[in-house]
Every structure is written in C-alpha cells, then in structure tokens.
C-alpha cells in the first residue's frame, strides 16, 4: 500500500467503517501521515532491535532501491574519494539505525565493463588497523565509510573508475512519496493501523476558542 492508501484505511477505521467530512476534518491527512511516519519508522527500529544478526535479517524487507550512475569525488584536504548521501536520496537522510546499518549494500562498477562488485562497509577509522593485516591486500572490493553525509570510499579497486549504480538503503517514512508502495510486509499492516489510532484517539481535541473572544461557550 501507499501513503494515501494507508491514510484512508486509517480514517476509516477511526469513523467506524466510513470517511465522513467530520473524520476528515477531525483527522486530517497531514495529521495522520506524521503518526503513520512515527509508527513505521518506530517499526523498522524495532525489526533492528529484534534482529539477532543485524546484517542478515528482515531489515532489507523494508530497503528502498537507489539506481544511480555516480563517481566518487575527491577531498581536496585529504585526497579520500566520496560520494554525498544528499545526491542519492531526496531528504540527503538515511533512518537513524545504529553502526550505519540504514545502508544495507553498495553495488558498484568499473566505466569499462568489470563485472559488479559488493562494496564492503569498514567502521570509520580502521583503515589504518586493517592496511597493516595480510588479507587486506587480497580483498579488491572497494570498502566504504560512512561520516555524516558522506561515503567515504578506499581499498584496492581502481576507485577512480568507479561507478555506483545501486544502493539499499533503509529511509525514513518521509523519503517514500505519496504514491509509492510502502515496504511494510503484510504481517505489520494490522500492527501500524492499530498503533496511528491509538495515537490519534489519544489526542487532545483541536482547541477552537479564539483568543481575543471574552466570551467563551
């Protein structure tokens, strides 16, 4: 389902089986999509909490597929490649998930044809540690970093050639547009239903008493 799909099915079930003009005016569409961002964002933290391996789990289930053709860069001040997190999503946001697992897999090439290759995530910092193991001038996928905004690349590949061309990301709610299909496996469905309700039910009724009135009914 959609944004707009899950919006109406939610309003529907707040007015009992049908959307009338005071349900949507008593719950009104941008209202119901930030709880429904709360809750499927909330979701996807618990699916990483419950994960016994983080690496291997349901979290791809919810990835967005990034298809582009981009080249890593050149830091002037330190001569490291990267790319901007910023020119492969449209918020330049990933969901906030510990140790950097929003990413879930880089898949990159050469410009002149080499066979594709799994780009593999390094923690911020360790190249130097690993530059001095034996297996790490065996290894030829690129290694990637991840510091803000950026996608620190290095490793032994020719990452001057380099071509990303797609990306599984985790994103929040707000990345999917309205008309999207949402990456909620059906198990889930009945769950963020209940939870955007139980929020909104739970809401303090919209307060319409005009200030400068000295008379309040």
């Known amino acids: ?7 109406e099915l939610i309003q529907n079930k707040l007015g009992g089986g049908s959307v009338t003009a005071d349900i949507k005016e008593k719950y009104r569409d941008g209202v119901v999509k930030i709880h429904l961002g709360i809750a499927f964002n909330d979701l996807v933290l618990r699916v990483y909490q419950n994960s016994l391996n983080q690496s291997i789990s349901d979290l791809d289930a919810y990835c967005k597929i990034y298809s582009k053709g981009l080249s890593p860069d050149i ?13 492969i999503t449209t918020s330049g946001k990933l969901l ?29 910092g360790m190249s130097d540690v690993y530059g001095d193991l034996e297996v790490n001038g065996y290894l030829t996928n690129p290694r990637y970093s991840v510091l803000g905004n950026y996608l620190y690349f290095d490793g032994n590949a020719d990452l001057l050639d380099l071509v990303i061309f797609k990306i599984l990301m985790l994103v929040p709610f707000s990345e999917w547009d309205d008309t999207e ?8 469905n009945a769950t963020i239903i209940e939870e955007v309700c139980q929020r909104l039910l739970n809401m303090p009724p919209e307060d319409k008493i005009m200030d400068d009135n000295t008379v309040q009914v």
């Open 75 to 87: 830091d002037a001040n330190t001569g490291m490649k990267y790319i901007l997190i910023s020119t």
């Open 1 to 7: 389902m959609n944004k707009l799909q899950w919006i």
């Open 181 to 188: 299909e949402l990456p909620a496996p059906l198990e889930n």
């Open 96 to 124: 906030q998930i510990p140790n950097n697992k929003a990413i879930r897999r880089i898949i990159a090439t050469e410009l002149h044809g080499a066979t594709p290759t799994i780009c593999l995530y390094r923690d911020w």
